[in-house]
DNA sequence: GAGTTTGAAACT
DNA sequence: CAGTTTCAAACTC
């Protein structure tokens, strides 16, 4: 640290009326400055990150207390007058874990302050540095993250940097590689969110806010390594929690979070023992120890991926949750549930459905308007939650829609940001990473100047979708870029997906019929497992279509795009009056 | 409000 | 990279 000992510094925070005349602050606050920061490493690539409108959360999160300052070590006001506000980089977060930023009788109450004494807040132990910005109205001690000390913190920046690059970014991204645990809770839609690097909690059960995926509202995930996880969807403790109409009661969570981590509440409907025993019996049976991150992994999905979701999770044959589950339920007896569809969906009609789409979606386009081609196909894609199936979309996609379309590359940042219907609080999940109305702080605008190219900003789209293909520099077609044309190319691709899943469904009533009568017959026969006969309605009858091969489109996924095109430009054209209106809710 | 517990961050 | 220490928030009393 290039100041002098801490001693000599003052102890509190630089008040605002000592900043509120720097030019920087001011346009900041105008400027609402609360982007966050967006990754420009590969690790981030792979996880998009959810941002918002600003627009959208405007409206939510007021901020009629003066806006703390923004004022950047490493970027120049001039810079910062460059940023572009109009996104922010949003992570999910209960209110409950911003006690001090809910709001009541609708008055925001003062940002989360820090109480920080030893570490002059120039550490990440600080959550102010942390979150990127200055301490403000903080009880901390010897503070340097402020201002007046900003040679001390760009160091102490760049040393937190060089130890951990990512160390300013966001830990809770979201991202369709993440589980799908996460939705419900949070109520972010279809986006999918953990923690990037997990949580490594023992003793909390991952009940409390000492785990930071639950102080995120949001369930573990592979990422993490804890142990006696009880915060995974289907959890009863985890359920005890937040259901029973206690809400927001936080006496009643902790009594019932003690209650899970102790073992008080029985166990899952699912799973035979609790948690805590289950892993134990588990290490029994494997010869595991409880430090083995696959281990981990395994109790995670293991648990997560028998529950509410284990439909979801099976259908899908190279699904890893699917995988892990059906894979450590040798060793126990727990039964593991099985989807009807389990084989009936097979990669190669995820291919399939991907290149209709794709393809049918760029014939649309082609006809309608030529730009923006597949971003509805994306978006059935994102809404379908499979990261496979973005990657299926980018895989065939015609190369020149690569080219022509937009800049973004496979794995960069969109949006994704669905509000839930009738939501009143959608925008819950907002402001967790970037505090709103706190100065973002040096490092975070310089990071976020690095990154503003990737960044794909947000125009709200009156059905959820927002600025697909949309960038920052870019921004200005976005709020037409549902255009009649681009409603059309909606309606008709998302008719053309609602017909693959009618052929599921109805495939998926086959087999139940299926499964059904022979399970009649071998329970009267008290013959053994009902395997075989119903194992896979696909192999054996090799004339027999994939539920998405609807008799029009049939292509072959890995080989020939240009076929593709031809076939469906044969075929849908044609047919392109002939799609009935889907029903309003799909709009 | 003081003391304890907890887990991330920092350090070795 | 694993083990230990430091730290501050969360939690308990």
């Known amino acids: 640290m290039g100041e002098s000992e801490g001693s000599e510094f003052p102890p509190k925070k630089q008040q605002q009326s000592e900043t509120a005349d720097f030019p920087a602050k001011k346009l900041a606050r105008q400027l609402d400055f609360t982007q966050g920061v967006l990754p420009d490493h590969p690790q ?42 109009a996104v922010r980089v949003v992570k999910p977060e209960s209110p409950k874990s911003r006690p001090n930023a809910e709001l009541k009788d609708g008055t925001p109450k003062k940002q989360k302050q820090c109480n920080c004494k030893h570490s002059r807040c120039l550490k990440l132990y600080c959550e102010c540095f942390a979150s990127g910005t ?36 966001p830990k809770i991204a979201s991202s369709p590689h993440g589980t799908r645990d ?21 003793k909390s059960g991952c009940l409390k806010k000492y785990c930071e995926c639950f102080q995120a509202n949001i369930l573990c995930s592979e990422n993490c390594k804890c142990m006696d996880c009880k915060n995974f969807e289907g959890s009863e403790e985890r359920q005890a929690l937040f259901h029973g109409d206690h809400g927001n009661n936080m006496a009643y ?23 805590s025993r289950k892993r ?71 291919k399939e459905l991907c290149s209709v789409l794709v393809v049918l979606s760029g014939e649309v386009a082609k006809t309608l308007s030529g730009t923006h081609q597949l971003l509805i196909a994306e978006a059935v894609a994102v809404e379908l939650a499979d990261p496979r199936f973005l990657s299926l979309l980018w895989r065939y996609k015609p190369k020149k829609f690569n080219k022509k379309t937009s800049r973004r590359s496979k794995g960069t940042l969109f949006l994704i940001h669905l509000p839930k219907k009738g939501a009143p609080d959608d925008c819950s999940l907002d402001s967790a990473d970037m505090p709103k109305g706190r100065p973002m702080s040096p490092g975070t605008l310089a990071l976020m100047c690095d990154e503003q190219d990737t960044i794909f900003m947000a125009a709200a789209s009156p059905n959820g979708l927002m600025g697909y293909g949309c960038n920052s520099s870019s921004q200005l077609p976005c709020r037409q870029g549902m255009t009649e ?103």
């Open 44 to 85: 981030s690539q792979l996880s998009p990150v959810v941002v918002t409108p600003l627009s959208a959360q405007c409206q939510l999160q007021p901020h009629p207390q003066p806006q703390p300052q923004v004022v950047s070590i490493l970027a120049s006001p001039q810079q910062q007058t460059q940023q572009q506000p």
């Open 134 to 169: 200055y301490c403000d109205g903080c009880n901390c001690v010897n503070c340097y993250n402020n201002v007046e000390n900003e040679a001390a913190r760009r160091e102490a920046v760049e040393a937190t940097l060089e130890r951990n690059p990512n160390a300013f970014r």
């Open 182 to 202: 996460s939705r419900e809770e949070t109520g972010e839609g279809l986006v999918f969110v953990k923690h990037n690097k997990g949580c490594h909690c023992k």
């Open 253 to 275: 969570i902790q009594q019932a979070a003690n209650a899970a981590i102790t073992g008080a509440i029985g166990s899952s409907g699912y799973a035979s023992l609790p948690v």
């Open 280 to 350: 134990k019996c588990q290490e029994l049976f494997f010869g595991k120890t409880v430090k083995d991150p696959s281990f981990h992994r395994l109790g995670h999905f293991q648990q997560a991926s028998h529950i509410r979701h284990a439909a979801l999770s099976s259908l899908l044959p190279s699904n890893p949750v699917a995988r892990a589950g059906n894979t450590t339920t040798l060793g126990s007896s727990k039964i593991t549930y099985r989807s009807l569809l389990a084989d009936i969906i097979q990669s190669q009609d995820l």
């Open 485 to 587: 044309a681009h409603a059309e190319q909606e309606r008709i691709v998302l008719t053309k997906f609602r017909d693959c899943l009618n052929r599921l469904i109805t495939f998926g009533e086959i087999k139940e019929t299926k499964c059904s009568s022979l399970a009649r017959t071998e329970l009267g026969n008290e013959k053994g497992p009902p395997s075989k006969g119903i194992a896979n309605t696909r192999t054996g009858t090799g004339s027999q279509q994939g539920p998405f091969s609807n008799g029009v489109v049939k292509v072959p996924p890995a080989a020939k795009p240009p076929q593709m095109v031809t076939s469906i430009v044969a075929t849908s054209s044609s047919d392109l009056q002939k799609f009935p209106k889907p029903p309003t809710k799909w709009r």
